[in-house]
């Protein structure tokens, strides 16, 4: 059974930082680990990828040059680090796995087969 476990979150203010990691369990092969958004009202939306064979990542625009992912060393945990946050960056943010393949984008939603439960970033100005 596949898991997705994340940690971290929490409160900032605008131009802080946060760290997310998410672990991914009960699978030993390649994936796309990532992050989604969502944020009241609004769609479920890419964040950041990474695909743990290769290290190809992508990134939605809106967060380019402002967070890294990358991943750890038994590349079956990723990290996002989150800097020059904002206020829309507030968000339940949601790991997100495609298990095997080369495919490796920040969407569509459909895509991902594996979500974990959420964690709540939210930035005051």
């Known amino acids: 059974q596949v898991e997705l476990v994340e940690s971290g979150g929490g409160s900032a203010q605008a131009g802080g930082s946060l760290k997310l990691s998410c672990e991914a369990r009960?699978?030993?092969?390649?994936?796309?680990l990532g992050w989604f958004r969502q944020a009241p009202g609004k769609e479920r939306e890419g964040v950041a990828v990474?695909?743990?064979?290769?290290?190809?990542?992508d990134y939605d625009e809106s967060v380019k040059g402002r967070f890294i992912i990358s991943q750890g060393s038994d590349k079956n945990t990723v990290y996002l680090q989150m800097n020059s946050l904002k206020p829309e960056d507030t968000a339940v943010y949601y790991c997100?796995?495609?298990?095997?393949?080369?495919?490796?984008?920040?969407?569509?939603?459909?895509?991902?087969?594996?979500w974990g439960q959420g964690t709540q970033v939210t930035v005051s100005s």
């Open positions: 009960g699978y030993a092969y390649d994936a796309c």
């Open positions: 990474i695909h743990t064979g290769d290290g190809t990542t």
């Open positions: 997100a796995a495609v298990l095997g393949g080369s495919y490796c984008h920040a969407g569509p939603r459909k895509a991902f087969g594996w």
